[in-house]
């Protein structure tokens, strides 16, 4: 079974930045894609970004790409979301998950999810 555990969220002002981290455990991760998510309060679950094994293959939600980026560390089992420029609406509890193939922006398609970190930006 894989573990996946976010930490990084926190209490930022508008115009911050944070760097998200995601560390997966309990299995190998060789050929996953991993994505991060996020819920605001009263709202459903969006997708925000996500990576290829290789890296070499990103995607992001378009009203967010300039601002969030993607990366991740295969050596240490670990994917980040460098966030900047955060706004109020970037207020969320942001997830990771996990996909064993492909690419994509629907959570059904991503079969390991963490617990999630909270981010919130006050103004």
């Known amino acids: 079974q894989l573990q996946l555990v976010e930490s990084g969220g926190g209490l930022v002002q508008v115009g911050g930045s944070l760097r998200l981290s995601c560390t997966a455990s309990?299995?190998?991760?060789?050929?996953?894609?991993m994505g991060w998510f996020r819920q605001a309060p009263g709202k459903e679950r969006e997708f925000v970004s996500a990576i290829s094994w290789s890296g070499t293959r990103t995607g992001a939600r378009d009203s967010l790409k300039d601002r969030f980026i993607v990366s991740r560390d295969n050596d240490k089992n670990t994917i980040f979301l460098q966030m900047n420029a955060l706004q109020p609406e970037d207020t969320a509890v942001y997830y990771c998950a996990a996909r064993p193939s492909g690419m994509g922006p629907h959570s059904k398609d991503y079969a390991y999810w963490g617990l999630g970190t909270r981010v919130t930006v006050s103004s």
């Open positions: 309990g299995r190998t991760v060789t050929g996953y894609t």
